[in-house]
Every structure is written in structure tokens, then in C-alpha cells.
């Protein structure tokens, strides 16, 4: 049986470069724009915060979005980054839309698990890290975010994964869409979808945003 919401979604990666046709960057600018007059779009970076060549970092500049702060990126604690996402959604005066990386994808799903859905649109789950099962040698410092959850999400959710991400195998990450009852993307090889790839602008990770709240959020996208 099939478990997901949405189509399966496979990249190019020709178009992962940050040399985007105008005409491309353009209408997906005019798309984030008339998002935002709608939701809160909130950056949720990861462990170390995403750098100057991150997605995130280039969506932050080029399309005017938001990003979470935390006070420690290196030695992130739990609670204290829960925290700092509870204030940043209660601060918003609209529905947030959480756009996450790796270890904010899994705060993030962490943090829809213990407070439900208020004011959060829907969330965009990019490369979570899976702290539960990794190998990776850095997961020390994240495995404190053990358990990841098990039960659907209480909004619509996508979760965006590679087939060569050393945080998250692809059929892991097939496993938790399924659970979470979330949107499964297919972002081919693309590593684990942060600075260390050379995604610039990353069209194809907009348009399956943008694709996804045309599909699963009340919006008015005209």
C-alpha cells in the first residue's frame, strides 16, 4: 500500500547550479513573494546553522525569508532549541511555514510532535538527519534529539531526501515520510542537500516547495 500523499518527485541535476535563466528566477521569486503574503516562511538551519553557500542562506538573500536563530549552533541542546522555535512561531502573526535542514528538520518534527499544529501552515522537511540510526561521525552531537517521531505530523508535511545522503539512507527516509504521513521527494544524488553541494538557489527544491503548498495548503496562489 502506499502510505504517501504526494507523487514522488526525481532532479535534474543540470539545474542545480546557481546560473538560473532569469525568467526562472523570476518566476519563483514572484511565487516565494506571493507565498509570504499568506505565511510566515521560517528558515530552520541545522547543526552549525547553514553557511554562505547553503540553499537556505541563498533563499534568505534572494527571496527575503526568514531564518530561526539559536544562541549555540556547534553544541546544540534540545530543549533550548525547541524553545527557540516555540517563540519564533508564537511570534508570527501568521501560519509559519517551516522550511528545515537536517538537524532542523528533525527539531522541527520533534517540535510538531510534542505542540501539535498551532500556528504552523505546514513543514518542508529537507535531508533530516536520522539521529536514531547514522553512523556518521558527527552524530554525537546531535544523538541528544533521539527518538525521532513515529506518528503522523499534525500538518501537511513534505520530506525532501538524496540517494547519497551519509545522514539519512533513501529507504530511511521512504520509512519516516510514511510514518509522519509526509510528502516523499526524491532529490537524486545530491549529497546531503546542504553547503557541501553546490545547490545555489536550488530550483528544483523551490519548485517542489512551491508544488507542495499549491497541493496541500489552503492558499490562495493566484
Do not use: C
Request: aromatic letters at 8%; proline letters at 8%.
Amino acid at each position: 500500500m502506499n502510505l504517501f500523499s504526494g507523487r514522488p518527485t526525481f532532479f535534474d541535476p543540470a539545474w542545480t547550479s546557481q546560473g538560473l535563466p532569469d525568467a526562472t528566477h523570476q518566476r519563483i521569486a514572484g511565487a516565494f513573494q506571493r507565498l509570504g503574503q499568506q505565511v510566515d516562511l521560517l528558515l530552520v538551519p541545522g547543526l552549525f546553522g547553514s553557511g554562505p553557500d547553503h540553499w537556505q542562506s541563498h533563499w534568505e538573500q534572494a527571496y527575503g525569508l526568514r531564518r530561526l536563530q539559536q544562541k549555540d549552533w556547534e553544541n546544540p541542546v534540545p530543549e533550548d532549541w525547541e524553545a527557540a522555535l516555540t517563540s519564533a512561531v508564537d511570534a508570527a502573526s501568521r501560519p509559519v511555514l517551516l522550511i528545515a535542514h537536517s538537524l532542523g528538520a528533525v527539531l522541527t518534527a520533534r517540535w510538531l510532535n510534542a505542540h501539535g499544529g498551532r500556528n504552523v501552515a505546514g513543514a518542508f522537511l529537507v535531508a533530516p538527519a536520522d539521529v536514531d540510526q547514522t553512523t556518521h561521525p558527527d552524530v554525537g552531537r546531535i544523538r541528544s534529539f533521539s527518538p525521532l517521531p513515529t506518528t503522523p505530523l499534525p500538518v501537511p508535511s513534505a520530506v525532501v531526501a538524496s540517494s547519497n545522503d551519509p545522514w539519512l539512507s533513501i529507504s530511511r527516509a521512504r520509512e519516516l515520510a510514511a510514518a509522519w504521513q509526509s510528502d516523499f521527494v526524491n532529490a537524486g544524488a545530491t549529497g546531503h542537500i546542504g553547503s557541501s553541494e553546490p545547490l545555489g538557489l536550488w530550483a528544483h527544491g523551490a519548485t517542489a516547495l512551491l508544488d507542495f503548498t499549491r497541493r496541500k495548503l489552503p492558499l490562495r496562489m493566484q
